[in-house]
């Protein structure tokens, strides 16, 4: 594929109007394996005492769906928490 990621159009309804977004399409065995990743890293800082917020699951969400990239979860999570991001 070189890098190209295929896409999917989602219509999304809105008072006022439809919004158009696309997503990239992953497959079932990428969604398991980043939810997977996302339940091991939330049980890990559980382990250090800290619950994620809203915010951090809403882009652990993000990230399992296909929305984010590994990289853009990464760093939207740092950004969120307010570290430098590489």
Do not use: C, D, W
Request: proline share 2%; charged share 25%.
């Amino acid at each position: 594929m070189g890098g190209r990621v295929n896409r999917e159009v989602v219509y999304l309804m809105k008072e006022g109007g439809t919004l158009m977004k696309t997503v990239p399409l992953i497959s079932e065995q990428e969604r398991a394996r980043r939810e997977e990743a996302v339940r091991f890293a939330r049980n890990s800082v559980r382990l250090e005492g800290f619950i994620l917020n809203q915010e951090a699951e809403a882009l652990n969400r993000r990230y399992i769906n296909g929305e984010l990239t590994s990289v853009e979860h990464t760093a939207a999570l740092l950004a969120l928490a307010g570290l430098p991001v590489h």
